[in-house]
Nanobody, 124 residues
Framework: VQLVESGGGSVQAGGDLRLSCTAS????????MAWFRQPPGQAREGIAAIYSGDGTTYYADSVKGRFTISLDNANNTVYQQMSSLKAEDTAMYYCAARKHMSILPLAQWVAYVLWGQGTQVTVS
């Protein structure tokens, strides 16, 4: 299974971007999808996640109110709408997936096992 991100690019501060992540198929019908990012020289961090079943979401404080994660289950696609972008949002952005398990919080970031190759977002 391969996840493919798209939609990254360069944007001015205050602007918007929408990232997409698509897979041909997933090994699980019930899954959690997440977006991570890795700024230059820093560790990768989880920033948003969503459960495919009921649409429950989680956002890190750094993006809450500015980023929106959403799903198109019919097309196996997860989106991240990013608004009011700041220079500190500059990073490589990755999508990830895992089998949904009710005992696992969405923000249990280490449990995500499928990864995309990343898409670069640069805010200036």
């Amino acid at each position: 299974v391969q996840l493919v991100e798209s939609g990254g690019g360069s944007v001015q501060a205050g602007g918007d971007l929408r990232l997409s992540c698509t897979a041909s198929e997933y090994p699980w019908s019930a899954r959690d999808m997440a977006w991570f990012r890795q700024p230059p020289g820093q560790a990768r961090e989880g920033i948003a996640a969503i459960y495919s079943g009921d649409g429950t979401t989680y956002y890190a404080d750094s993006v809450k109110g500015r980023f929106t994660i959403s799903l198109d289950n019919a097309n196996n696609t997860v989106y991240q709408q990013m608004s009011s972008l700041k220079a500190e949002d500059t990073a490589m952005y990755y999508c990830a997936a895992r089998k949904h398990m009710s005992i696992l919080p969405l923000a249990q970031w280490v449990a995500y096992v499928l990864w995309g190759q990343g898409t670069q977002v640069t805010v200036s």
